[in-house]
T-cell receptor, first 110, second 112 residues
């Protein structure tokens, strides 16, 4: 089993739609979680950290479910500019080890 | 503007040649990392440094070396390049381990 798993997609959604991605992780000791977006093999850019109580940043909401070992990203009112690959990243507590998922590709269609 | 600078942006290199990829950050971050990204695979850690003067091996360290003489610079050296090292290389830094990482623009390296 991979340490971090994501559905590769692509998720094709119309503008204005709500879309959600999940990411599962295998190490129950993982402490820090992040979502990044990556455009056309440019550098990954931090979208948001994921906190235990869940957190929201504008149209984006992140949730953590420790019992089932997954994190989720919800995008509301999708924009064309949201088209990208979304990377899930899990960090073992206090270590250098950040495990990247292979990403979920999102295409927002006009 | 604060951030991470990588150089070169891209490079074509003959097999067997030595190459150093440069990475500089001005955020005074303690930790720095080198990753490679290949199609169909997630980012894979090559080497890391938790603080100036220390380095460690990541998931795919063979054929690569790093040094961390100061806080800002973290060069990656390919002693004798091979075609399997053709990849996109990203340097990253974080204030500390378990903090979000910030990435440079990447270096696209082709080994012929």
């Amino acid at each position: 089993r991979k340490e971090v798993e994501q559905d590769p997609g692509p998720f094709n959604v119309p503008e204005g739609a709500t879309v959600a991605f999940n990411c599962t992780y295998s190490n129950s000791a993982s402490q820090s979680f992040f979502w990044y977006r990556q455009d056309c093999r440019k550098e990954p850019k931090l979208l948001m950290s994921v906190y235990s109580s869940g957190n929201e940043d504008g149209r984006f909401t992140a949730q953590l479910n420790r019992a089932s070992q997954y994190i989720s990203l919800l995008i509301r009112d999708s924009k064309l500019s949201d088209s990208a690959t979304y990377l899930c990243v899990v960090n073992d507590a206090g270590t250098y080890k950040y495990i990247f998922g292979t990403g979920t590709r999102l295409k927002v269609l006009a | 503007i604060a951030g991470i600078t990588q150089a070169p942006t891209s490079q074509i290199l003959a097999a067997g040649r030595r190459m150093t990829l440069r990475c500089t950050q001005d955020m005074r971050h303690n930790a720095m990392y080198w990753y490679r990204q290949d199609l169909g695979l997630g980012l894979r850690l090559i080497h890391y440094s938790n603080t100036a003067g220390t380095t460690g091996k990541g998931e795919v360290p063979d054929g690569y070396s790093v040094s961390r003489a100061n806080t800002d610079d973290f060069p990656l050296t390919l002693a004798s390049a091979v075609p399997s090292q053709t990849s996109v290389y990203f340097c990253a830094s974080s204030a500390d381990t378990n903090q979000p990482q910030h990435f440079g623009d990447g270096t696209r390296l082709s080994i012929l």
